[in-house]
């Protein structure tokens, strides 16, 4: 968004301005779905303790 305004505010006359101006949006679209693929490896990655229940783990906790 601020890069829109400036875009409207500014107007600048270089001839590469409209094609970088929106580079923001993309790379915000890009780390989140990075980001995204990055979570969902993670959490397929951990693997339950084998023999060990959640109601263990709380009983245990109290």
Do not use: F, H
């Not at 001839?15 to 959490?43: D, F, Q």
């Amino acid at each position: 968004m601020t890069t829109a305004a400036l875009d409207l505010v500014l107007a600048p006359r270089a001839p590469w301005w409209g094609t970088i101006w929106p580079l923001p949006w993309y790379l915000t679209c890009a780390s989140v779905l990075t980001w995204a693929v990055l979570r969902a490896r993670e959490k397929t990655a951990q693997c339950p303790p084998d023999g060990d229940d959640d109601q263990n783990g709380w009983d245990q906790a109290a």
